[in-house]
Structure formats: C-alpha cells, structure tokens
C-alpha cells in the first residue's frame, strides 16, 4: 500500500484554473501541495500521524476544500472513495475510521459514526451541489442529513444537539460531547435543503450549548464536554484542554455573527502580540499553557475570529505566522493544513 500517491494529472491540474474570488492570492498553489502531499490519487485523505489511516472527518475536510477551489475531478475521486469506502453501515452514516488492519489488508476499521465527519461530508456535498449542480451531491447529502436527525440527535433538556457517535457517548448521568462537532455554517446550509425547523433549532441550541461551555481563568472550550442535568463541566476522562480539537470551535464560530468567545480569545491575542507566537494548548483546570508552539491550524482559527472581531491587522498576523508554521510542520501535519486552508480560504463561508 503506497501510503500517499499524487494526484492525477486532471486532479492535479484542476486547481491552476481556479477563479473564486474567495480563495486568496496563493490559495491555488497551498490547495495543490494538500492534494499532492495528503489525497492518493483515487481520493482517499491520508492522515500520516495515525498509521497512515483515514477518517470521515478527513474526506468532509478535502470535499469542502475541493468545492471552495473549483476543483470538481478532486472533489469527485474524494466522493467516490469515501462513498465505496466509508458509507459501509445499514444506514447512510460513515464508518468514521479507514486504515491498516493487524491481518495487513487495508479496509474499514471502525463501523462507529463521527458526527462531525458526517456533517463535514454532507456539508461538502452541499457545497458541491451549489458549485456544479451535480443533482448526486445534493441526493446523498439529503440521505445524510436525514440519519443525522433520526438516528444522532437527542433532546436534552429542551435542547436539541447531536451526539458524537452512534454508540459510545453517554454516562450514567448525563451525555458527553465534543464542542468541536457543532458545525454552525454547516447547519445553517442544511437549513436551506433539509428539514429547516430542525436544524434552526439545533443551530440556535448550539449557540447555548457552547455557551456553557467555557472554562478557567481565561475562559476556552475544553477538548470534551459532559452535559449533566444541573449543568456541563469539562469532561475530565478525557483531559481538561483546549487542545487540538476545542480549536474548531472557534474557526467555526468565526464563521458565525457572535462574540461569546471574547474573553478566551482577548488573552490569546495579547499573547500572540507579546511573543509572536500561539501556545500549542491550555490546560483550563491549572490555568497553564504549553510552550510549544500552536499548530498552523490553531493560528488559521484564531485570525478567523479576529477577523470577525474586527481585528484586521492581528488576523493577517495570525493568518501570516500559520503559514510560515505551515513550512515548519514539513507537509506531514493533513489536520493542521486542513484547517489552515479552510480558516483562511473562506471554504467555510455560506451565504444566507
């Protein structure tokens, strides 16, 4: 198994034509080092820090970025893997990891879902849709969305929000969540195709949810959440930072008009303006923070939310300092670039 081939030449030609106002000066030639470095040429999203393995989560990421750069020969060898690969379950959910098994054949290793996966897949169709009216897209994204509403979402207290996995996710005493998974420009594009009361509804509970979610001295979202009857608390089986997934949180409400994530974020900026650099984590119960340096996604997220805060010159810096780390992270690191590409592309953006 050859670990990551490069694209087609089709594929790989496709970007250099790219006409979208949205993606920036540069965009075209990043978009097609992310093809070449992490998309084999049938459309499979290597991730090289886990066994050269796939997830779900991955192939939404590059069908979004395929669709925000015009490039429909990637985005259509991305669907036809992950479709064939991945939508492998009795219903029209995906398998969320794809890798190496102990026998040595390469196949589908865990059946379970990942919600944000499946969101991130069916809001790239969607995407696809709108981009090239391919009338597919839109039919199996629909099929998606309607499991995600049957078969994930729970009311909890009044509020309708989306468990991480089909099976895996509950304690004795309330639900566990990632904050990460609530993908706001996502649920409110499903809005417009699919069943709009449900996903207004679990757009706006959303909001509360991360609301309640903020932690330490200078208040992040943790990495994991548990949602009791009498409130939500770090979920502390899994650590207590805010980490390397807690960092979607803030890229997707950047995408969003709000400021609930002021206070954390105030803190991180002046840190960023003192030392020219982002801290890899921050442990929310010890109010201590890694001095490592953030990954190039981490600095993507946070220009995202300056720039919606209106903070114009410290998110250039901050888009600027994560792509010099982008070189630094030596094209291994398809999570950081993921989210670098789609924190400073406008591939996340949707118009209502």
């Known amino acids: 198994m050859v670990a990551a081939l490069v694209m087609s030449s089709a594929i790989g030609n496709a970007a250099s034509a790219v006409t979208d106002p949205a993606v920036p000066a540069g965009g075209e030639i990043l978009w097609d080092r992310y093809k070449a470095r992490f998309i084999t040429a049938d459309g499979r999203v290597v991730d090289f820090y886990q066994e050269q393995g796939s997830h779900s989560e991955g192939q939404g990421f590059a069908l979004i970025l395929a669709a925000a750069n015009n490039d429909k020969p990637a985005f259509d060898a991305v669907w036809r893997w992950t479709k064939s690969n991945l939508r492998v379950?009795?219903?029209a959910l995906f398998g969320w990891r794809w890798g190496k098994r102990n026998t040595g054949a390469w196949d589908i290793i865990d059946y379970n879902t990942a919600t944000d996966g499946d969101v991130l897949i069916a809001f790239?169709?969607?995407?696809?849709?709108q981009r090239w009216h391919d009338e597919e897209y839109r039919t199996e994204a629909l099929k998606t969305l309607v499991d995600l509403r049957t078969r994930m979402a729970v009311d909890w207290h009044g509020k309708t929000v989306l468990l991480p996995s089909y099976y895996g996710f509950s304690v004795p005493v309330g639900i566990v969540l990632n904050p990460s998974y609530i993908v706001f420009p996502a649920y409110?594009?499903?809005?417009?195709f699919d069943d709009r009361a449900f996903w207004e509804k679990a757009y706006h509970d959303g909001f509360y949810v991360i609301?309640?979610?903020y932690f330490g001295e200078h208040p992040l979202p943790p990495d994991w959440?548990?949602?009791?009857?009498?409130?939500v608390d770090i979920f502390r089986e899994k650590g207590s930072l805010f980490g390397f997934e807690a960092i979607r949180v803030l890229l997707y409400l950047g995408q969003e008009k709000t400021r609930q994530f002021e206070k954390g974020t105030a803190w991180m900026f002046d840190?960023?303006?003192?030392?020219g650099e982002l801290p890899l984590w921050v442990d929310l119960d010890k109010s201590a923070y890694s001095i490592a340096r953030a990954s190039a996604g981490t600095y993507a997220s946070f220009a995202a939310v300056a720039k919606r805060l209106g903070k114009a010159d410290v998110a250039a810096k901050l888009a600027e300092q994560g792509r010099k780390q982008l070189g630094a992270?030596?094209?291994q690191n398809y999570?950081?670039?993921s989210l670098y590409l789609l924190g400073t592309s406008g591939a996340l953006e949707v118009n209502d």
Do not use: N, P
Request: glycine share 12%.
């Open 225 to 231: 959440i548990v949602m009791y009857e009498s409130g």
């Open 335 to 337: 999570y950081s670039y």
């Open 211 to 213: 609301s309640k979610s």
């Open 329 to 331: 992270e030596g094209d």
């Open 188 to 192: 409110r594009l499903f809005a417009a």
């Open 271 to 275: 840190y960023f303006l003192r030392t």
């Open 89 to 91: 379950r009795h219903d």
């Open 124 to 129: 790239g169709l969607l995407k696809g849709y």
